[in-house]
């Protein structure tokens, strides 16, 4: 519930930090109506998704190496340390906490040139691997990455994501252990959310509230419990899998299954069944009835690269799931499948 609310006062805080920061060129876009309020909207969400992407990418280790999973295995220390104490969302996590920040803008660009390395080369001086995906590539947010944004308006937004208040007091939100449930119940209330948009305002406004005939209702976008997920995997997958695991091939009959879910959402169906099927792959492949966690991974990571596919009327929902995914299929150094 908590992390909920913080991420759409995020998505708040950040639209209005971005009109206020002096950018010309998207205030001139959204005032033409060349940007819409809807793509402007969408635009911030792929923003919240990448920087809940790399505080969970960094908050998971490798268990090989206990780095975080973001980072190129291959890169050497100095190269690490330096992306841990100029260039990491743990320290403007940090930053958030401690700090309301400035009117200086440093940390968007220092926030720029870690998504743009992800999404095009890498950074080896930096241990940022090529990740690639849509997701980081220029064409998810052009009108946010060649803007400005304040520091003040950036912690206010990364606290509202990164920490939760009970009893009065600031909890870290542990994204280490932010699974696909977690993300559905996010995704569930921002399909219920519509966004208004005062650009001619002083100062301008931009918000988030929920209208009659919102996005869920119009698409029947449902958020599906775990007890259910559970429960059509033991009648519907577990004997599939039984049946490929004693075949003459039961790797190549594993992984030429096929997984469908043609109303998506989130992906929590999918991210369950994956892990099913990444599980029995693993205990095929090293004999072992409780595989090793890296064999999992790695059989992740081929499970959700061969047998899983999606379908969603929304495309809000679409991104999202491929989100829910790339941090189940995440291996150090490699692209996002």
Known sequence: ESLRGGVTSAIETLGVGFLAAGNPA????????????????RQLLRLVYRLIFLFTAEDRRDEGSDRELLLD?????????RYRRYYSTARLRAFAVRRRGTRHGD????????TE???SDGAPTIALPALGSFLFGRDACPDLDASELRNEDLLAAIRQLATIEEDRRLRTVEYANL??????????SLLELHPRLEIEATPPVFSLSTAAGHERKVTGSYYTPTSLIDCLLDSALDPVLDEAASSDD??????GLSVVDPAAGSGHFLVSAAHRIAKRLAAVRTGEGEPPPGAVRQALRDVISHCIYAVDLNPMAVELCKVSLWLEAL??????T
């Open 179 to 188: 699974g696909a449930e977690e993300l559905g119940s996010v995704y569930e």
């Open 250 to 255: 039961p790797e190549g009959t594993i992984l």
């Open 73 to 81: 295995p291959s890169a050497d220390d100095s190269s690490v340390e």
């Open 117 to 119: 390395a992800l999404g």
């Open 26 to 41: 998207l205030n001139r876009r959204l005032r033409s109506g060349e940007l819409d309020k809807q793509d402007y909207y």
């Open 107 to 114: 940390l968007w660009a220092m926030l720029r040139r870690v």
């Open 331 to 336: 291996e150090p150094g490699k692209p996002l």
